[in-house]
Structure formats: C-alpha cells, structure tokens
C-alpha cells in the first residue's frame, strides 16, 4: 500500500535560510508525487508535482524538489526562506484512481 | 478562468443531524474529489466523482455519500453527524477521472462543527 511520511511536524528556520521538509514515500509502483502549501484557513496551493522525467522539480515560489527513488523520497527545499513562506505543507503520492494520500504536514515556521 | 469554489464557508451542526456541502469544479474538469481534513492532520481522501459516477472511496462510513451533477458540481452529504466529524471537508477538481498523475486544484474548503 502506497504510504507518505514527513518527518519533523514543525521546523522553524530564520528568514533567508534554507528550507528543507523532508518527504519519504512508500509505493509499490512509479510514484506520482505532489507537494502542496495551505495557508490558514484556506484550501490547498499545488507547489510542485513529479510524474515522470526529470527528477529535479521546479515549482512555484522559488521552492524545488529531488526525487530520488533509490532513497524513496521527495524533498523539498527553497535556498532562501521568507516571510511569506510560513504555512503548512504536505507532500502526497498519487494512486489508482487518482486519489491522493497526504503525509500528516510540516508547518513551516519562519523568524525574522 | 473560476477556479474551485466550496459552500457554505463555515456551518454548525448538532450530532445526529444530516448536512450537505457543495462544490463547482473549476471549468473544464470534470473529476471531483473530497478529502477531509481533520484539526493538525493531513486530508483524508473520502470518494471521488467522475462523470455522475463513484470513481473511488476511501476508508468512509456510507453515511458519507456524494452526487455529481451534469455541470460536473459536487454535492458531499453525512448523514447522522458525530463528534468526530467536525473538519475542514476539501474538495478538489482535475481534469480527467483516471488520471492517475492528474493534479487537483483544491477549493477553500468549507469548516464543519458538530456540537
């Protein structure tokens, strides 16, 4: 069964850090992987999506992620954190029919 | 373009009653999903619609049931409310039911609590 764990629920970097939120997945098939920002009390903002290809994703923001299947994870980064980037991310893994399953989310925390 | 609009924004309802929450898909999709998204956890996928039809359900109640109109709207029903339903109940659009690498553009959600 497909599975996706996020390690660390809260990390907390000072402004113009480096931001990393670690993903791991688990998939008996190719993964298709997403992750997804939600700020409070709004829905869902796609950031960045893997299918197939290359394995360093761009997205939106400023913020990337590495698929490395041999490690079975999907983190993401972005060099230099803002303000504006503290919210709540969760990475998900797309099965069957499409359906998502989400990790549990890391909530981004950024210090002037 | 609309994109994925959810009613009502908020509601509060008492254990056993039913409610209904709506969703428009944004235009052109004709794929709905519903996910709920319990307090500090991550969304839980409930069914999805393509076409009018049940394409997928999670691990729900049948007290958690679901329409598609011919516009591609969504309608997600519960029925005899408990506690543990109170949540932000999400829902999403994409373009094609079986796309399994499809991405869903999730509406604003809509915040239900069960007293």
């Known amino acids: 069964a497909q599975s996706v764990t996020q390690l660390g629920s809260h990390v907390s970097v000072s402004e113009g850090a480096l931001v990393l939120l670690r993903c791991n997945y688990s998939?008996?098939?190719?993964?298709?992987l997403f992750w997804y920002v939600q700020y409070p009390n709004q829905g869902l903002q796609l950031l960045l999506k893997?299918?197939?290809?290359?394995?360093l994703v761009k997205g939106i923001n400023g913020f990337e992620a590495e698929f490395k299947k041999s490690e079975t994870s999907f983190h993401l980064t972005k060099p230099s954190a803002h303000m504006s980037d503290a919210a709540e991310y969760f990475c998900a893994v797309s099965v069957d029919t499409g359906k998502l399953i989400f990790g549990q989310g890391t909530t981004l925390q950024v210090k002037p | 373009e609309t994109g994925v609009t959810q009613s009502p924004t908020h509601l509060i309802k008492t254990r056993g009653q039913q409610v209904t929450l709506r969703c428009s898909s944004q235009?052109?999709?004709?794929?709905v999903s519903w996910y709920q998204q319990a307090l500090g956890q991550g969304p839980q996928f409930i069914f999805q619609?393509?076409?009018?039809?049940?394409?997928g359900r999670g691990n729900f109640p049948p007290r958690f049931s679901g329409l598609q109109f011919p516009n591609y709207s969504s309608e997600l029903n519960v029925n005899a409310l408990e506690l543990d339903d109170s949540a932000l109940y999400l829902c999403a659009s994409s373009g094609h039911g079986q796309g399994i690498g499809e991405t869903q553009y999730f509406g604003p959600g809509t915040r239900l609590l069960v007293l």
């Open positions: 893997y299918t197939t290809g290359a394995t």
């Open positions: 998939s008996s098939v190719p993964p298709y």
């Open positions: 619609y393509y076409r009018e039809e049940e394409n």
């Open positions: 235009s052109g999709h004709n794929t």
